[in-house]
């Protein structure tokens, strides 16, 4: 079956410096999105990319969707003490049917003061 | 304010119980979701339901059954089949079948004692 790996599986910054995670299929997918879920909390919808190549942008926060729709990744730029928790891409399959999306285990990312 | 309500928060059972897990949504959502999430792992799908009186298997029914009466509610039920029921169960819904991004609960953490 559809198999999306992420990582690293733990990351720790220094506040200020930059954090990337990444986020890859074994199939090509449909679209992907990505979630935050901050420590004891549930995950939070970010963003949903669709096309191939795509890049979108939330203040500090950069997305991309590979060309070939089996590759994403999350780009932090100056990370603050407020980014700390783990984010899960979840990538769905061309078949499109809500079992095929299929979330990655998750990077988990701590900021140092 | 609109969102999903899952109660309780904690839950504590008895090996051989089965127990019921509440969610409802006040987001005239028409798709629901239940995930299951372990430590260091990402979220794997039990059941999903797409209408009132529909519902369909995800990728660990084993153990599990759900209801979807109505459209605000979609209780999940944990039964004594289910081998390793501890874990952190999250309830989700989307406005249409997987193309939108998941609004979640914050969450039930099941304890078998």
């Known amino acids: 079956g559809q198999q999306v790996m992420q990582i690293p599986q733990y990351q720790h910054v220094q506040e200020g410096e930059d954090f990337t995670t990444y986020c890859n299929s074994s199939?090509?997918?449909?679209?992907i999105q990505w979630y935050k879920q901050r420590p004891g909390g549930h995950p939070v919808f970010l963003i949903q990319l669709v096309k191939s190549g795509e890049v979108k942008k939330q203040k500090r926060l950069t997305f991309q969707f590979g060309e070939a729709k089996k590759n994403s990744s999350l780009h932090i730029t100056a990370t603050q003490t407020t980014d700390v928790g783990t984010y899960f891409c979840a990538g769905l399959g061309v078949t499109g049917s809500a079992r095929q999306l299929t979330f990655g285990s998750g990077t988990q990312l701590t900021v140092l003061p | 304010d609109g969102g999903i309500t899952q109660s309780p928060k904690y839950l504590f059972r008895k090996e051989g119980q089965n127990v019921t897990l509440s969610c409802e949504q006040n987001?005239?959502?028409?798709?629901m979701y239940w995930y299951r999430q372990d430590p260091g792992q990402g979220l794997r799908l039990i059941y999903y339901s797409q209408i009132v009186n529909d519902f369909q298997k995800g990728d660990i029914a084993e153990g599990y059954s759900v209801s979807r009466e109505k459209k605000e509610s979609f209780p999940l039920t944990v039964t004594s089949a289910q081998k390793n029921p501890t874990a952190f169960y999250l309830c989700a819904s989307s406005i249409g079948l997987v193309l939108y991004g998941y609004t979640f609960g914050s969450g039930t953490r099941l304890t078998v004692v």
């Open positions: 987001l005239n959502h028409d798709a």
């Open positions: 199939t090509t997918l449909s679209n």
